[in-house]
């Protein structure tokens, strides 16, 4: 081999160990950056979780603290109302007054109990209790329930038929919280047409609930976040169909708490369906699981 040809070989080699030399640098320097994210991403999570359960005490103690004025102010005003107290009989504007006090004493009483689910569903202390009981029977009472409250003769409140012997094993009272919730809202936002509930079976172990409407509708882009908490959708509704935006992230919490999901299809004009999914019988330690698993994803 000729000197020339080393010599160009050496060079040659030369620069590979320098490529390589830099690229070991750069590579150093990657991990580096990598481990300095890691420990800066870790840290961020530690906030977050902190700032989370601060949140959740702070939730929980302020709705506690506030259930008993409130049930106290309630109560005083059906006293008065009741004219307990042997003082003169009221006049019809007096009523109408304590009658706007207690209804807006329900509304905020409400709210509180809305803010402390939220606040056990996030920090993995929401019991589940699942009993045996007919899907027929929760919709029939839910039928009674609200059919005095549709004051619009323009809406038809609808409860389907439920295919007979339908039953669930899970926490009966959670499932009827959703569906009042549901069916409360579309009462809210449907000025005409119909308000249909049913359910059915939704294959070999679950069972699909819907609740759907004519009303106003959601537009895609806003659909993600009614169920967000104290969002709403700005609108003309708002001005009669006031709220803090709570009934639907509630909802959906306690959807996921008994292993299920709760969806909407909607768009502008043509209404609204939520439709919510749970398993007809949710095995007995499934209620711990559901509760960890949903603290453990909001944290």
Do not use: C, W
Not at 232 to 249: D, I, N, S, T, W
């Amino acid at each position: 081999m000729h000197e020339v040809d080393v010599e160009r070989l050496r060079e040659a080699v030369a620069a590979r160990e320098a490529e390589l030399d830099r690229l070991r640098t750069e590579l150093a320097e990657t991990n580096r950056g990598v481990l300095a994210l890691y420990a800066e991403l870790e840290t961020q999570a530690d906030e977050l979780r902190r700032a989370s359960e601060l949140k959740t005490r702070f939730l929980s103690n302020v709705s506690h603290e506030l259930r008993t004025p409130i049930a106290s102010v309630i109560n005083l005003a059906q006293l008065l109302l009741d004219e307990a107290f042997g003082a003169n009989r009221l006049d019809d504007e007096q009523k109408r007054q304590l009658g706007y006090i207690q209804r807006a004493g329900t509304t905020l009483h409400e709210m509180v109990n809305s803010l402390l689910d939220l606040a056990r569903i996030e920090a993995g202390r929401m019991q589940v209790m699942p009993s045996e009981f007919g899907v027929a029977e929760l919709l029939s009472t839910m039928r009674g329930m609200f059919r005095p409250l549709v004051k619009n003769k323009d809406v038809t409140l609808v409860f389907d038929e439920v295919p007979p012997g339908m039953t669930m094993f899970t926490d009966e009272g959670k499932v009827a919280q959703i569906l009042r919730n549901l069916v409360g809202n579309a009462l809210k936002f449907t000025d005409h047409g119909e308000i249909r509930v049913s359910a059915v079976r939704d294959g070999e172990s679950d069972v699909r609930f819907t609740v759907t409407d004519s009303g106003i509708g959601i537009p895609a882009e806003h659909q993600e976040r009614i169920f967000q908490e104290f969002e709403q959708v700005a609108g003309p509704h708002q001005a009669r169909a006031k709220g803090v935006g709570l009934g639907l992230p509630l909802s959906r919490g306690l959807a996921q708490l008994l292993g299920g999901s709760l969806t909407l299809e909607s768009s502008p004009g043509r209404g609204s369906t939520f439709t919510l999914r749970l398993p007809a019988r949710i095995p007995a330690n499934a209620a711990d699981d559901a509760a960890t698993a949903h603290a453990t994803a909001n944290a």
